[in-house]
């Protein structure tokens, strides 16, 4: 069982440059999120998708776009890197919106932004 | 506004001692608390909770919520080395699409 995959693992970048993190779920989840998590601060949302063709932010989306072109995958652009983007990024997905739902992770994209 | 609140935010201890982490909450419309565990990767996935007054249990972890005093206690006994590790506490509402987390319980369980 693949559950969520990220890639890349660990990514180094220069400011003002873009990326892209990708991340695929095999499980058929409806739900799909973004975070990013930073020591002190918990994981906080980026972005999140209910469903293909369906996106919102959450709360800090600044700096990011995200697009659900299937239901598989949900990936996290960086348009601009910043240093204050330097974090680890999970991307997380459940089976639907229904807070009853567990929640399956990545296994996470360390960032830096130089 | 919505917010999950654990406690300790740090923990040193012998093997051997018991914990205890708690989580408490304010979300709109609860439906579940989540306990995860995190060690250096993706949080593990512990427990769900949703009914108060009914313990989880796996091995020498256990959970309990109580929805009228709006928390929830992580109970770790007879700690190992292994238990070293962030403790994460996220609360959904019924039909929200967002999960609340805490900032986690770092627990150090040293030999």
């Known amino acids: 069982n693949a559950g969520v995959t990220q890639t890349p693992k660990f990514q180094v970048l220069k400011t003002g440059q873009s990326m892209t993190l990708q991340c695929a779920q095999d499980?058929?989840?409806?739900?799909m999120s973004w975070y990013r998590q930073d020591p002190g601060m918990g994981l906080r949302l980026i972005h999140y998708s209910v469903g293909a063709g369906i996106t919102d932010q959450g709360e800090v989306p600044n700096g990011y776009n995200v697009s659900r072109s299937t239901t598989e995958d949900f990936p996290l652009r960086l348009l601009s890197a910043a240093p204050s983007q330097t974090s680890v990024y999970f991307c997380?997905?459940?089976?639907?919106?229904?807070?009853?739902?567990?929640?399956?992770f990545g296994e996470g994209s360390w960032l830096t932004v130089v | 506004e919505d917010k999950v609140v654990q406690s300790p935010l740090s923990l040193v201890v012998h093997e051997g001692d018991t914990v205890t982490l708690n989580c408490s909450y304010e979300?709109?419309?609860?439906?579940?608390l989540l306990w995860y565990k995190q060690e250096k990767k993706a949080p593990t996935f512990l427990f769900m909770l949703?009914?108060?007054?009914i313990e989880k249990k796996s091995g020498r972890l256990s959970s309990i919520l109580d929805k009228k005093e709006l928390f929830s206690i992580l109970n770790i006994t007879a700690t190992q080395t292994g238990d070293s590790a962030i403790y994460l506490c996220a609360v959904g509402p019924n039909t929200g699409n967002q999960f609340y987390f805490g900032t986690g319980t770092s627990l150090t369980v040293i030999p």
């Open positions: 499980m058929n989840h409806e739900y």
């Open positions: 979300v709109t419309n609860f439906r579940s």
């Open positions: 949703t009914s108060s007054g």
């Open positions: 997380a997905s459940r089976l639907t919106r229904w807070g009853g739902n567990t929640i399956y």
